[in-house]
């Protein structure tokens, strides 16, 4: 179980964190919120690329705040929201990489590692690309690229920043698809940022609402996905739920479809 009490974090003076509650047992978890409203904070936060001021972040019971760099890999696979190369590593490599906090620092990356990079490029359709510098690659690419590296990491714990920005329609769903799989099979915990709440009806177990560095609701996507969430979560957004097959799906109502703007 993923544990967080109390998180508290500040870019300088400007609070971001402002206490963040949050438990997701080994399932798929989502959190959903406007821009800038903490998101990507908390999930460096929980992968020790920034240093919460207070507050427990717990893993099965363990204190991970405390761990080292190569532990904290082990246990966490993260996929970030933005990330650059300058050096032109192929594609191969460049998943590769995400075995380094498995592999011996003087023996190097052996056979299982090598075939655990080429199972995760063929899981995401992108072997293709084995051999292409990183550097050339479209957004899409490199994203599906970056989404192979982490599933090559094998964290018992799995975080995603935005995993499906940069991506075409069939691979935001082949990605979750993926995400999901992995979680069930091997019982791992998951927890990714969404910005269409859509997603999270298919392929989210649990949702959490973030608002002003806070969660302020979380469940399942049915009972957390509503109108009046909608609206408190996107300042003033207007939505309709509509039935599909046994699902729900969220869509922006005339009304605001009919919004004046200025130009
Ligand atoms: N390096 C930084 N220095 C100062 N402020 C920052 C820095 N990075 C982010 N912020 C600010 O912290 C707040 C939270 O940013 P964060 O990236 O966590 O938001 P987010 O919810 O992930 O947004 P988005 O959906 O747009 O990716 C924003 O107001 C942002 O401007």
Redesign the pocket.
């Given at each position: 179980m993923l544990r967080i009490e109390n998180l508290y974090f500040y870019?300088?003076e400007?609070e971001?964190l402002r206490g963040v509650n949050l438990k997701l047992k080994h399932e798929v978890g989502c959190i959903l919120?406007a821009?800038?409203?903490?998101?990507?904070?908390?999930l460096k936060s929980i992968v020790g690329l920034l240093k919460p001021k207070k507050g427990i972040i717990e893993f099965n019971g363990k204190n991970i705040l405390n761990l080292g760099f190569k532990d904290r890999a082990k246990l966490i696979s993260y996929v970030p929201?933005e990330f650059s190369i300058n050096f032109p590593y192929t594609v191969f490599d460049t998943v590769l990489m995400g075995r380094n906090p498995h592999v011996d620092f003087l023996e190097g990356p052996n056979s299982k590692d090598e075939k655990i990079t080429l199972k995760c490029l063929n899981i995401l359709g992108i072997n293709y690309l084995k051999d292409r510098p990183f550097t050339q690659l479209s957004g899409g690419q490199k994203r599906l690229v970056l989404i192979a590296r982490g599933l090559a990491q094998e964290g018992k714990l799995m975080i995603f920043d935005?995993p499906t920005s940069y991506l075409d329609f069939k691979n935001q769903i082949l990605v979750l698809s993926v995400i999901e799989k992995i979680s069930r099979k091997f019982g791992k915990l998951v927890l990714l940022?969404l910005?269409d709440p859509n997603l999270a009806f298919f392929f989210c177990d649990n949702v959490f609402l973030?608002k002003d560095g806070v969660i302020i609701d979380c469940g399942k996507p049915d009972d957390v996905i509503t109108e009046e969430n909608i609206e408190r979560l996107y300042n003033g957004l207007k939505t309709e739920l509509i039935k599909f097959s046994d699902k729900k799906l969220v869509v922006p109502n005339k009304e605001f479809l009919e919004l004046d703007v200025v130009l």
């Open positions: 870019y300088e400007k971001i919120g821009n800038g409203v903490g998101k990507s904070t908390l929201q935005e940022s910005h973030m």
